[in-house]
């Protein structure tokens, strides 16, 4: 044995052998013909020693083009934005760190506060009286509500535009055909929903009209005018919200969302090449009961001192299955941390300050890069920090993107994947960090690969 802290001897493999009645390892495998198993050896390398493996792990690791080498221009659902060096100090901590479910709220007194503090914040932003204690992404949220809607309206039919992101339109149609509902999609007008098709579409038998705002082409919907539509039938309105941009826009809630979602990851969570994330999800009062996952509640002890513990837990795991109105059964407590000092961090002045600087630096890039030869704005409609830019005719998105690569950038979200119709444009996305030397050196760069 050359390293004793290694958990497997020689001594610890005779032992197991001897336990399950096998001379040799060959022995587990008997019972699989010889016919199919892999004859040789495997074409990968010797084993490394602990210097040897991190170095070619470095040199792996350093291939990849991360926020660190590369000015991002890249949104469509996770973004470059600051980070307080203050939260990744916070969530290293190990009572944070290790921390697990916390069924015994007499020893999970911090991390139940954490998350109470989670809910408190999320209510704040959305505008809304109730939120959970965190789902595990913005898409997944989305779904949950669809299904929360259904079965609060007792309606089978939901309406979703295609202005939502693609990846919550198709967690939604899994979700959906699971439970039996319907999903009607609704096609969009200069980057926003299209209300007169969403006005025909809507009918007694809507459960719930979905929407994103600031949608997934970075425009504002007019949830204003979106509402009435559903609630004269009786159905829910079903927000997805970014939330840095709920420091500058008026509150869902008060523009009359029944259920609010969307993904925290603005909110000081890192990008870590796409993900983990974390959900949040709140509704209206008379929804309370019916929102998956758990709550924290507030209460005191026998003594009157102020406590938390997990409520409300209508999911499978702990009631009825046949009662339950999720099968949802964990969530991202640790990312749910970042967003809490992330908020406390900023306070409401931050908040604000850095939604204005979003506007402020993706309109002006909005600006440059539409005095390009041939390009210009795809939508007119108001936006946060992301836009639509129309290349060329006959412009390869992809194939730009892997040139700017090269000097440095990541360049905007090739569109054509996702919306055939939207071939050639690119989304943009333009947050706090970017600078203005950036913003007309990326410029530059494009036009010169156009």
């Given at each position: 044995m050359k390293h004793r802290y290694l958990p497997m001897t020689e001594q610890d493999r005779k032992e197991m052998m001897e336990a399950v009645g096998i001379q040799s390892m060959e022995e587990l495998f008997i019972d699989i013909p010889q016919s199919v198993r892999y004859q040789g050896t495997m074409p990968m390398s010797e084993a490394l020693d602990e210097y040897a493996l991190l170095r070619h792990m470095k040199e792996l690791a350093d291939k990849n083009a991360h926020f660190d080498t590369h000015a991002s221009f890249l949104g469509a659902g996770i973004y470059d934005h600051h980070i307080p060096v203050v939260i990744n100090h916070v969530i290293s901590r190990s009572e944070f760190y290790t921390a697990y479910t916390p069924y015994q709220p007499e020893i999970s007194q911090g991390e139940l506060q954490a998350i109470f503090e989670f809910q408190s914040y999320i209510c704040e932003l959305t505008g809304m009286k109730v939120a959970n204690a965190s789902m595990y992404d913005g898409a997944t949220a989305f779904a949950e509500a669809a299904v929360l809607a259904a079965g609060a309206t007792k309606r089978k039919k939901l309406i979703v535009s295609r202005t939502v992101h693609p990846e919550a339109r198709q967690v939604l149609?899994?979700?959906?055909?699971?439970?039996?509902?319907?999903?009607?999609?609704?096609?969009?007008?200069?980057?926003?929903?299209?209300?007169?098709?969403?006005?025909?579409?809507?009918?007694?038998?809507?459960?719930?009209?979905?929407?994103?705002?600031?949608?997934?082409?970075?425009?504002?919907?007019?949830?204003?005018?979106?509402?009435?539509?559903?609630?004269?039938?009786?159905?829910?309105?079903?927000?997805?919200?970014?939330?840095?941009?709920?420091?500058?826009?008026?509150?869902?809630?008060?523009?009359?969302?029944?259920?609010?979602?969307?993904?925290?990851?603005?909110?000081?969570?890192?990008?870590?090449?796409?993900?983990?994330?974390?959900?949040?999800?709140?509704?209206?009062?008379?929804?309370?009961?019916?929102?998956?996952?758990?709550?924290?509640?507030?209460?005191?002890?026998?003594?009157?001192?102020?406590?938390?513990?997990?409520?409300?837990?209508?999911?499978?795991?702990?009631?009825?299955?046949?009662?339950?109105?999720?099968?949802?059964?964990?969530?991202?407590?640790?990312?749910a941390l970042c967003a809490s000092v992330y908020l406390s961090v900023m306070g409401k002045e931050g908040m604000r300050e850095v939604g204005e600087l979003n506007i402020r630096k993706s309109h002006y890039a909005a600006g440059r890069l539409g005095e390009l030869p041939g390009a210009a704005p795809a939508f007119t409609a108001p936006f946060f920090n992301e836009f639509v830019l129309k290349l060329p005719e006959g412009s390869s998105v992809s194939e730009i993107n892997s040139r700017l690569v090269k000097e440095g950038f990541l360049g905007g979200y090739d569109l054509g994947r996702d919306y055939p119709e939207l071939a050639g444009h690119m989304l943009v996305a333009v947050t706090e960090k970017r600078s203005k030397s950036e913003i007309d050196q990326f410029a530059k760069l494009l036009e010169g690969c156009l």
């Open positions: 149609a899994t979700s959906a055909g699971a439970w039996g509902l319907e999903v009607v999609e609704i096609d969009y007008k200069d980057g926003v929903t299209d209300q007169a098709k969403l006005a025909e579409a809507i009918d007694g038998d809507t459960a719930a009209v979905l929407v994103q705002s600031p949608n997934f082409f970075g425009a504002i919907e007019d949830l204003r005018a979106i509402e009435p539509l559903i609630h004269t039938v009786k159905g829910l309105l079903v927000v997805s919200a970014n939330p840095l941009a709920l420091g500058v826009l008026e509150t869902p809630g008060k523009l009359g969302a029944d259920i609010v979602v969307g993904d925290a990851q603005p909110l000081g969570i890192p990008a870590s090449l796409g993900g983990p994330t974390c959900g949040f999800f709140a509704v209206a009062e008379p929804l309370m009961r019916r929102m998956p996952g758990r709550i924290v509640g507030q209460t005191v002890d026998r003594n009157g001192k102020r406590g938390f513990v997990l409520t409300l837990q209508a999911r499978e795991q702990h009631i009825r299955r046949e009662k339950a109105t999720s099968n949802i059964c964990s969530n991202q407590a640790l990312l």
